[in-house]
Structure formats: C-alpha cells, structure tokens
C-alpha cells in the first residue's frame, strides 16, 4: 500500500479510536499495534514494549513532575488571591488597573503554576466577582481570565514546552527562552484589548479604581516575593549553567512546598497528600501519552509513513507560507478537541521534518504551536478553560464567556501573524543567551 495512503487511513482510524472516548495513549497504542500487526506481522508486537519503556528512559523527563508539584503546591495555597491583591493595590493609579492587574496576575501565576485551569481558577475566584463588582461587562470579566489562564503553556517553566523538546530532540532551555517574548506579546495584546473594550463600554469610571496606601502596598509583598524569587532562580540556575532542567526543577518544587507550609500554614499531612496524589495523577498521564506517542512514532517510522510525507511535501511546488498557513489550520482544529500534549506528541513526528525542509526554525514553530493549543483551550467543544470559568461564575452564561473570549482568540492569530512576520521575537533570546544553533 503507498504509504501516503496509508498515512491518510491511519490519521483517520487514529480520529475514530480517539472520539470513541477511550484516552489518548490507550487509542495511540491501539492504532499502533492493529498498523504493526496488519503491515509488519504480528512479530512486530515483540519491539512494542522495549519502545515504550525506553521512551520514557529519559533524565530530561524528571523535569515533568518536578514542575506539576511545584505549580501544585503553589496553586494549593492562597498564592493567586494574594499576587492578585498585591497587583491590583500596585497598579490601582494605572488606568484600567483593575482589568490590567488580572491579567498580569494570570500571566505571573500561569509561570509560576504552568497550569492553564489552575490559573483560570486561582485567579478567577477573586478577579472575577472584583470586577463585576465594580461594573466591568461579564464578557470582559470572564474572557480575560479564561485568555489569561491560557499563558500557563507558553510562558516558562512550561510543561507543554518540556514535552515538545523531548518529541522533536530539541534544547528544552531554548525552548524555555523562546517563549518569554512572545508571551509578553500576548499578554500585552490581553491588556490593550480589555483596556479598550471596557472604554468602549461608555462607562469611563470602571478606568478608575480605589487608591491604596503605602502600607496596604508593602503588606502584602512578603506572600507574593518568594515564589517569584523561586521563578527567577530556577530560570537563572537553568541558564546560568549552574544546574540541568531537571535538577532546578527538583529544587524548585522542593522550595515551593517548603514556602507553602511556612507562609501559607500547609501543614496538613491531608494537604499534603492531596499535591502529591494530583501531581503524581497529572504526572503519569502525561508520561503514559509520551510513552504511547513513542510507540505511535515508531509505528509511522516503521511503515515509512513520516518519511514518505516529508519527501512529499519537499516536491511540492508550493509557497512555504502558504504550506505554514495549512499547518496552522490542521493545529488549530486539532487543539479543538486534544489537549496540547496529546497534539505535540502525536503530530510532532510528522510536522518536524517537514517545517525544516520547508527552512523553518524548530523553536519558532514551537511557539506557533503552543499558540494554537492555547486558542484550543478558549474555543469549543472542548475549551477547557471556559468551563473552569463557568464553574467559577455558573451565573455567567457559557455563551456569555465564549463570546468574551473570541476577541482574546483574535488577539491570539495576530500574535501568530506577528511572529511570522518578525520571528525574533521567538528566536532572538535563545540565541542571545544560549548561542546561534540547537
């Protein structure tokens, strides 16, 4: 059979398995061992556990649940209320203050938690009814917290970025330093368009807010600060040479937890276990799915179907960018009903021979990638981050928060455009701190 046929037919079967409803690695083991059985024999099966298991025999995966106990522990705690409260009281003199500061509270917990739903949850719980309260529209409440929650995939340390250095082989900590920038350029986008959309609610007060005094400022520093101080350590051990990924990973949430028990009292053993029992729950999902991805790979591999589209599209007399513009679309659909790491493991293998023998930069697709899931995580039927929402105000409508989230959406393909246009914005830090190469 041409093995790009039978790409087609095992991209199809690999969707039907998927929305039968069983879990992304089970379907992926499923589709991979009925492709081996019926191409290569049934012989085949005999590699499929020394593949998944040496998938996961990897140091740099260390670094996963290393960094899901650190955005646990923290998002266990009041940590977001009080990086909340202390932005607003910092911000109040800044126009729009209010909406600003929740935004900026989303994108400094998502670093600190990497998590897009703990975001939207920690900081949705006091962000929200504040700015109800205060008048500010349902749509503009909602929708910013649900676009902002989605920072937690793109801006460093970030899970989803660990996961696409292991699939594609690429430097985590370029990866890591990629996203800072173009992060920066979403949140700013989040700010300009909620600054703008609540002036064009006509309600020009909602851009003032309350003043606060010195002492309600400083107050409050001490409970925020270290987490911080814990972020930048991390990223500077990382990138200062001083300690692997997966060591300032370890550190960190070792830190995180200890922070957590000293300010935030987390002395319960129930507590306690209840961070590691979720961490080590979200930790192993992950793991099971790159482990099944390792398989499916294999399985591509094996039938020469990756190579086979690689050369496919290398005699395709078509504009690259255009070839970019068709990527993007299959994303996007794909993180409408996948979560991101699901996405990155099963399309990495096929997407990255042929980026780069379209003369793409790895990192930079990276963020294009990552950028595409976090719309995902906005946009239905799946859009996880807009059912957190409607827990969190079951009285807004889900109607309500998606459409406050499309212009958030809009503010996403721009920040796309824009990086396509000046992919510096991605790849100038990683080459201005870590060298020119991979």
């Not at 399985?299 to 078509?318: H, K, P, R």
């Not at 070839?323 to 299959?330: E, K, P, S, V």
Request: net charge neutral; glycine share 10%; proline share 6%.
């Amino acid at each position: 059979m041409d093995p790009l046929a039978l790409g087609a037919l095992v991209a199809i079967i690999t969707i039907v398995v998927l929305f039968s409803g069983v879990s992304v690695a089970v379907g992926l083991l499923i589709v991979s061992a009925g492709f081996l059985v019926v191409f290569d024999g049934a012989r085949s099966l005999e590699l499929m556990p020394e593949i998944f298991f040496g998938k996961l025999d990897s140091f740099a995966l260390l670094s996963i649940p290393m960094f899901i106990i650190m955005g646990a522990s923290i998002a266990s705690t009041r940590a977001g209320a009080d990086l909340y409260e202390a932005l607003e009281r910092w911000l109040t003199r800044i126009p729009g203050g209010l909406v600003i500061s929740n935004l900026g509270a989303c994108a400094l917990f998502a670093a600190m938690s990497g998590s897009s739903p703990a975001t939207c949850a920690a900081i949705g719980k006091m962000g929200i009814p504040e700015m109800r309260k205060r008048g500010y529209p349902d749509g503009v409440a909602a929708g910013s917290i649900a676009a902002g929650g989605t920072l937690g995939i793109l801006i460093p340390p970030s899970v989803t970025m660990i996961v696409y250095g292991i699939a594609t082989e690429t430097s985590i900590g370029r990866l890591f330093l990629a996203g800072v920038f173009p992060g920066l350029l979403l949140v700013t986008l989040f700010m300009l368009w909620s600054l703008y959309s609540t002036y064009k609610s006509g309600n020009r007060a909602l851009l003032q807010s309350r003043t606060y005094t010195w002492k309600e400022r400083l107050e409050i520093l001490p409970r925020v600060l270290p987490f911080l101080f814990i972020i930048v350590g991390v990223l500077y051990a990382m990138y200062g040479g001083i300690a692997t990924p997966s060591e300032t990973a370890a550190v960190g949430a070792l830190l995180c937890i200890v922070i957590a028990m000293v300010i935030y009292r987390l002395w319960s053993p129930k507590k306690l276990w209840h961070v590691l029992r979720d961490s080590t729950r979200e930790s192993v999902m992950i793991l099971f799915i790159i482990a099944a991805a390792g398989v499916f790979s294999y399985m591509l591999s094996s039938l020469f179907i990756t190579q086979s589209i690689a050369e496919w599209i290398g005699t395709l007399d078509v504009n690259r960018w255009v070839l970019m513009l068709a990527i993007n679309i299959f994303l996007l659909v794909a993180g409408f009903f996948l979560p991101p790491v699901a996405v990155i493991l099963m399309a990495a293998p096929i997407l990255l021979p042929i980026i780069t023998t379209a003369g793409f930069d790895p990192i930079w697709f990276a963020v294009i990638l990552t950028i595409n899931m976090e719309i995902g995580l906005i946009s239905p039927p799946v859009g996880l981050n807009l059912y957190v929402i409607n827990g969190i105000a079951p009285d807004i409508s889900l109607k309500t928060i998606l459409t406050g989230s499309m212009p958030f959406v809009f503010c996403m393909v721009l920040a796309i455009v824009l990086l396509c246009l000046f992919p510096g914005i991605a790849t100038w830090l990683p080459n201005a701190v870590m060298g020119v190469g991979l």
